[in-house]
Nanobody, 123 residues
Framework: QVQLVESGGGLVQAGDSLRLSCTAS????????MGWFRQAPGKEREFLAG????????EYSDSVKGRFTTSRDNAKNTVYLQMNSLKPEDTAAYYC????????????????WGQGTQVTVSS
């Protein structure tokens, strides 16, 4: 089992930046590929970014490419999502997820999830 806890969400204005953190406990963090998703009310959970276990491979959705960056520090058991130039449409609950398989863009590719952290962007 892997336990994931997100933090860093909050209320910001359009154009601001936020950095989300996701800290893992349980099994060896560096064994897992990680993903970031978000879900707005009434919408499907959306893939944002993925990062391989070593950090050497990263992938982004078109909706956040160029604005969001994911990174990880295996020594701290933490993965990050740096979000710049935030827009009101980025308002959602943000989740990190872990998988021991090759990460993908579907929520079904991931085995473990955090509880989520809310990001609200005002215009």
């Amino acid at each position: 089992q892997v336990q994931l806890v997100e933090s860093g969400g909050g209320l910001v204005q359009a154009g601001d930046s936020l950095r989300l953190s996701c800290t893992a406990s349980g099994r060896t963090f560096s064994n897992y590929n990680m993903g970031w998703f978000r879900q707005a009310p009434g919408k499907e959970r959306e893939f944002l970014a993925g990062i391989s276990w070593s950090g050497g491979f990263r992938e982004y959705s078109d909706s956040v490419k160029g604005r969001f960056t994911t990174s990880r520090d295996n020594a701290k058991n933490t993965v990050y999502l740096q979000m710049n130039s935030l827009k009101p449409e980025d308002t959602a609950a943000y989740y990190c997820a872990a998988t021991s398989r090759l990460f993908g863009r579907s929520k079904n590719d991931y085995d473990y999830w955090g509880q989520g952290t809310q990001v609200t962007v005002s215009s």
